[in-house]
C-alpha cells in the first residue's frame, strides 16, 4: 500500500493524502517521493482536476524523512558517493519545484493550478519543506502542533528547499531562528512569523474552498514574479549587507565554529541569496552534499537521531517485563533535586508524594513547581487551571506513611549512606512489597547502598542531573543484584517524564561522573602548569562544549568537588592518583571561593551574580606560563581525558551499549555534539591514531593517558567503534 493515495472529486480537487500504513506519524522514505511525484503528474495532466490538496490522514502532518533514504543515495552511487547524493537531493528540488511551478507557462506565468497544504497538526522537517512548496498553506488552530525546520540540531540543515525558500519567503534575519536554532513553533506563531498563510478550524475545507477560487497571480511565488526583491535586502544591498554580516557573527558567536551544518548553511543562504532561485536550489544541493559527506553529519546523525529515538523507545528494556507506567511517586527529599524529580513527575500526570524532615521543608520543595508554573503563565507557556491540577497532584509531607501506595520511590536525600540506608529502611516497612526502591545518587556505588534494602533486587539508581525539568538525560543504574523488573519501571517511568535513558552497570561514578570529573581535573591541572583559564575554556567551547571545564567547576561548585575528592581518596586509599588538581580545588575552598553559589570562584561576579572575569588570585597562586601551548594540544588533552574513560567503562561492562554512551555524553554534559559522542569521535579520527596520540600524551603528561587494552587491539586490527560494537550489526572478531 502507498504512503500516497490520490481521490478527484465532483468539484475538480484532487486530494493527496499522506498517510504511513503502520505509523503513528507519516516519514518520507524514497518510494513514496516516487508515488508523490506520479500522483502529482497525474493531476497536472488531468483537464478535469482544477487544483490539488496536499494532506495527511494522521493527526499530524509529517515527521520529517526518513534519513536512510539519504544513506541510500550514498550506498547506490558506489565509489561516488557525493554525486550520488548531490543528484538524489536535486531530483526531490525538482519533485517540489514541479510542485510549486504547477503547469504553468514558464514566460507568463500563467495556466498553473493551485496547490495547497493542509495541516492537521505537527509539520517538521519534509513535513515543511514540502507544504513550503505549495502555494498555501493552511492549518489546523491546533496549539499542540509544532512548526518548524529542526535538522539543524542533528548535524544537517534543511536540504529539500526549505533553507532557500524560508530565506526567499521572510528575509534571511526573520529565518535566523528557524534555520540556525531548529526553532519550532505552534500554528498561530508560524503563522505570525510569516511560515504559514492560514490558522483555520477545518484545514482541509478551508484549503479545498481556496483551490476553487485561486486566480493565477495567487499561484506564483514572489520569487518567480519580477521585480522580486529579498525582504531585509539581499547581501549587494547595503540593509542586507548587514543582515549578512550579523548572522555570520551570531553563528559563530554561538558555535565558536565547531558546527559544519551551520557554516554550510549561512553560506548556502548568503550564496543562494546572489542569483536566480532554481541556481540557489542548487548551490543548496552542494552545500546539503557537502555536510552529508562530513563524518561529522553521519556522527550527529546517528547519536541525536536514531539512537537516540531507539533509546527512548525501549532499545535496551528488558524483554518479557509487562508494563510497569508508574501511577504514585514517592520523592524522598525536597531539596533542589527532589523538588524537579517531583515537578517532571506531577507535569507527567503521577500522583507525588514529597517527602521531607518537618513541614516547611517539603512545602518549600512543592513551592519549586509553583514557581516553575508561575513562570509559565507569565510566558503563556500554562493556564491557571493547568497550574492548579500539577499542584494538587502533589501532597508536601513530613509523614512517611503517606507513601503507603506507591509504586516507585526516588530518594534524593543528603550524600551520604548512612542517612540513605536509614531512609530505606523506614520507606520499606512502610510502602508495597512490590513497590520500586530508587536513589538519586550521584557518586555512591548502587550495589553498596542497596545492602540496607531487603528487597535488593528491586533497589536500583535514577540518577537525574541539575536542573531535573531543564536536563534531558537520565542515567539508569543496576546494582549486582537489581532485577529486570526494577530496569523496566526506571525505562517506563523515564518514558513517561519524557526524557531520554541509559543504563549502564554500578561502578565508582557510574558512567556520566566518570567521563566529566577527568575533564574538569584536566583543566584544573592546566592551570597549576600555568596554562591561561581563557586559553582552556575557550578551547572547550572551540570544541562545541557549552561550556569549559573551568566555568563548568564554577557552576557546580567547587565544594563539590572537593569533596567528591575526599570521598574518593578515603574510598580508593592507596591505589588513590595524587593530583595538582585536587591540590588547587582544596586550596580555592581553603579561601571561601566556592563557586558562582557564594559569588566567588575561579571567576570574579558582581552583586546580580554575573560573572566579571577569573579571579587574579588564581594567577598569583599559579603563574601563567610565559609560552602558552598550542590550542590543539589543549584541545586533545581535554578530548582524550574524558573519551579514555568511556572505552574503559566498555571495556569493564560499566557500558552495556555503545549507543547509551555517545548519546549519554552528548545530553549530560554536553560532550562536543558535532563528533556524535566519545566513541564517535575515536572512530572520526581512527583508533590507530588515538592509539598513538594516547603514548604521545602518556609520555608527556602522565599515566592517566595510558591506552586502554581495548583500544590498542582496536587499532592493530584497524577496527572502528560501530564497526566491532554497533547493535544493529555483527560484532567483528
Known sequence: MSDFTMKKDADGVAIITWDCPGKTMNVLNGQAMIDLDGLVDDALADDAVKGIVITSGKKDF?????????AKMKEDAGDEPARGLFEGI????EGLRKIERAGMDPKTNKGGKPVAAALPGTAVGIGLEL??????????????????????????FPGAGGTTRLVRKMGAMAAAPFLLEGKLVDPKKAKGAGIIDEVVEDPLAAARAWVLEAKDADIVKPWDAK??????????????????????AMVHGKTFGAFPAAKALLSAVYEGALVPFDTALKIEARWFTHVLMNPSSEAMIRSLFLNKEALEKGAVRPAGIEDQSVKKIGVLGAGMMGAGIAL???????????????????????????????????RGKVTAEKKEAML???????????????DLIIEAVFEDPGVKAEMTKKVEAIIPEDCIFASNTSTLPITDLAEASVRPEQFIGIHFFSPVEKMFLVEIIKGEKTGDRAVAKALDYVRQIRKTPIVVNDARFFYCNRCIIPYVNEGARMITEGVAPALIDNAARQLGFPVGPIQLTDETSIDLGAKIARATKAAMGDAYPESAADDLIFWMEEQGRLGRKSNAGFFDYDDKGKRQGYWKGMQEKYPQADEQPDLIEVQERLMFAQVLEAVRALEEGVLMDIREGDVGAILAW?????????LSWLDIIGTPYAAERCDQLTAKYGERFTCPPLLREMAEKGQT????????AEKAA
Not at 507544504?131 to 544537517?156: C, W, Y
Not at 502533589?394 to 512517611?400: C, F, G, S, V
Not at 554536553?670 to 566519545?678: C, D, I, K, L, T
Request: proline letters at 8%; glycine letters at 14%; hydrophobic letters at 40%.
Open 62 to 70: 509529517a515527521g520529517g524523512m526518513d534519513l536512510n533514504v539519504l
Open 90 to 93: 536535486m531530483k526531490m528540488h
Open 131 to 156: 507544504p513550503l512548496s505549495t502555494h498555501r498553506i493552511f492549518a489546523a488552530d491546533n496549539p499542540k502542533a509544532k512548526i518548524g525546520l529542526p535538522e539543524i540540531m542533528v548535524g544537517i
Open 227 to 248: 521585480g522580486y526583491k529579498m525582504p531585509g535586502g539581499a547581501p549587494y544591498h547595503p540593509a542586507g549587507f548587514m543582515t549578512f554580516l550579523g548572522a555570520a
Open 344 to 378: 517532571v513527575s506531577a507535569q507527567a500526570g503521577m500522583e507525588v508524594v514529597l517527602v521531607d524532615r518537618d513541614q516547611d521543608a517539603a512545602d518549600k520543595g512543592k513551592a519549586y513547581t509553583e514557581s516553575y508554573l508561575d513562570k509559565g503563565i507569565k
Open 392 to 406: 494538587s497532584r502533589i501532597t508536601a509531607t513530613p509523614d512517611l506513611d503517606n507513601l503507603k501506595g506507591c
Open 670 to 678: 554536553g560532550f562536543a555534539p558535532w563528533s556524535g559522542g566519545p
Open 721 to 728: 567503534f560501530y564497526g566491532r560494537f554497533n547493535p544493529e
